[in-house]
C-alpha cells in the first residue's frame, strides 16, 4: 500500500488557494500499480456478489470500470447534471457555497441488485453522500459498500455517511 500511497501526488493550492490536491495521475500510469489497486478491491469483494459497480464522475469511473471488469459484473455512470443522455433520477447537495447535483438514469438497475459504488477521493462526503441517497430513494437495491483510494480525514466526510459501510485503501 505505501507504494500506491507513494504514487498519489499533493498538488498545493489546486484548483484553488487552499486546497491540497490529490492527484491520482501517476498511480493510473503505473501498470503494475495500477492492477495492485484494483486487485486489492476486487480481493475485498470477490464473495460479495457485487452485480454493479457505480462510478462517481469523473475519476470514479477509472475504478469502476476496471473493478467492474476484474468482478465480471456491470458498470454505471453516476454523473453531474446534463450529461447523461436518457431520462434521469436527480439528487442535490450542499456545498459551501451552493448546491450541486448528481443524476443517474432512470433503469440503472433491476430490483435486488447489489450495488458499490466508488470514487477516487473521500473529501467531505457531500458527492458520495447524495449518490447514495440518489441510489436508495430510486431503485429497490442494496448498496453494499461505498468505496475510495483515498480518504482525506481531516474533512470528516465519514460525519455525512452515518450508517454507510465505507472502505478506503489508504488514508492521508
Ligand atoms: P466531496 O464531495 O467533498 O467528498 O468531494 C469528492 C469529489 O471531489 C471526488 O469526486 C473527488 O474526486 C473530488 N475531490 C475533492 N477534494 C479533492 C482533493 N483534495 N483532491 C482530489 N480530488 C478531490
Avoid at 504514487?7 to 490529490?22: H, L, M, V
Avoid at 446534463?82 to 451552493?98: N, Q, W
Avoid at 453522500?129 to 436508495?136: E, P, Q, V
Avoid at 468505496?147 to 482525506?152: K, R, S
Amino acid at each position: 500500500m505505501q507504494q500506491i500511497r507513494d504514487a498519489i501526488r499533493n498538488i498545493s493550492d489546486f484548483p484553488k488557494p487552499g486546497i491540497d490536491f490529490k492527484d491520482i495521475t501517476p498511480l493510473l500510469a503505473s501498470g503494475p500499480l495500477f492492477k495492485k489497486t484494483i486487485d486489492a478491491f476486487a480481493e475485498r469483494h470477490k464473495d460479495n456478489r457485487i452485480d454493479v459497480v457505480v462510478g462517481i464522475e469523473a475519476r470514479g469511473f477509472i475504478f469502476a470500470s476496471a473493478l467492474a471488469y476484474a468482478l465480471e459484473a456491470g458498470t454505471c455512470l453516476v454523473r453531474k447534471p446534463g450529461k447523461l443522455p436518457h431520462t434521469v433520477h436527480r439528487e442535490s447537495y450542499e456545498l459551501e457555497y451552493g448546491t450541486d447535483a448528481v443524476e443517474i438514469h432512470l433503469d440503472a438497475f433491476e430490483p435486488g441488485q447489489r450495488i458499490l459504488i466508488i470514487d477516487d477521493v473521500l473529501a467531505t462526503g457531500g458527492t458520495v453522500g447524495a449518490t447514495a441517497r440518489l441510489i436508495r430513494s430510486n431503485f429497490d437495491v442494496e448498496v453494499v459498500e461505498l468505496n475510495f483510494l483515498m480518504e482525506i480525514g481531516f474533512l470528516n466526510g465519514r460525519e455525512k455517511l452515518v450508517g454507510e459501510k465505507i472502505f478506503t485503501l489508504i488514508n492521508d
